[in-house]
């Protein structure tokens, strides 16, 4: 990976292992970002130090006509959450509005409750079951559905957490509950890994036996020094998959991160490209892979992959190498998967690093140490105006296309969801 060593301007977020699922939920940004709905409205509450979401329903209509959400929330189907937040309407005054969590597209079934206004502010909390169907894949939102009576709605405060306390959650991408990772440990979830625990048998292929490897191009051969690799030579160009190397029946965790790593080369003066990662064993092979560049040079690759593509665990994973696109030899050897294994301190001292910015064309955003597996960028006005899905821990965002001005970038990891400002020239 490319060492930047002069940086104009560099940004450093910590990201602590936040409990709240939302972000800006205080609105003390000023901006809306990443609320949406036409009631979306940051005002300064008077006091000159506090911001509020503010609404003004001049019209009575559906509840729905008038909303405030947060959407590409990933939640549990079945997980209890807690919504709280702080709500209330003008002076002599009183009305309804109806909150709660449920579908981001759809139906947009929900779970909801119905809330009562005063003039004075007031902290609801309620805990609420994500059983609207479809939860998690980032399909959940939070709402405030107020266009069912005319007046004032002033929230502040907004957070939605997991319940603790009962059994964590093994497939959620966070440590919670009595876990002692990142889904595992504890009572109820898998026991974890020892970190640096080795999950591949024969990765040095020093048995020069490629068992229990598979596929066609697994061949260990001797490199002329008395040390094995696995050389495949694709005579013709076609497919990646149709020349592949591989090994399965890996129990990954469904959301854990996994570091993989793996020494590769070509032909002397020669380069070449071929595909790797972590996927299903088994139809329809969803994967989570990069492309990896090789030149004559043997080089030691390292990536940060989530178990993102569905049904991992059962014995339904396993490493791939895709080469068949291009003609020429691959050499690979000392092949390692091991869990990434985030307790709470580790995800205390993860930073995000983010350069050049201001930008002109690109930003690139890099985390040291977890791995990013969406962002999303939206302007001032909470118009979501670009979405990646990078699954790496560094991707450049192209901002060629959007106009100069600020920009909030929405990122999501194991360890919770965090906001960055971005400026674009």
Known sequence: MKKITFLTFLLITSLGFSQNLLTNGDFETGVATPWGGNAANPVDDGSGS????????MTAGNP???SLSQGDLSLVDGQTYTLSFDAYTATGTTRDIIA???????AFSANTVTTSLTDAVTTFSYDLVANYGSAGAMNSRVVFDMGAETGFVFIDNVSLELVGGGSPTCTDGIQNGDETGVDCGGATCPSCPPAGSELLTNGDFDTGVAAPWGGNAANPVDDGSGNFVNEANIMTAGNPWDVSLSQGDLSLTDGASYTFSFDAYTATGTTRSMIVGIGQDTSPFDANTVTTSLTDVKTTFTY???????SAGSMNSRVIFDMGAETGFVFIDNVSLQLVVLDVQDAEKATFKTYPNPTYNTWTIKTDNIQIQTISVFDVLGKQVLSLSPNTSEVEVDASNLK?????????TATGIDSIKLIKK
Do not use: R
């Open 50 to 57: 506090n911001y509020v979401n503010e609404a003004n329903i």
């Open 64 to 66: 729905w006509d008038v």
């Open 100 to 106: 709660g969590i449920g579908q981001d597209s759809g």
């Open 304 to 310: 940060t992959l989530a178990a993102n593509y569905g």
């Open 404 to 412: 100069s001005g600020l920009y909030f970038a929405q990122i999501k």
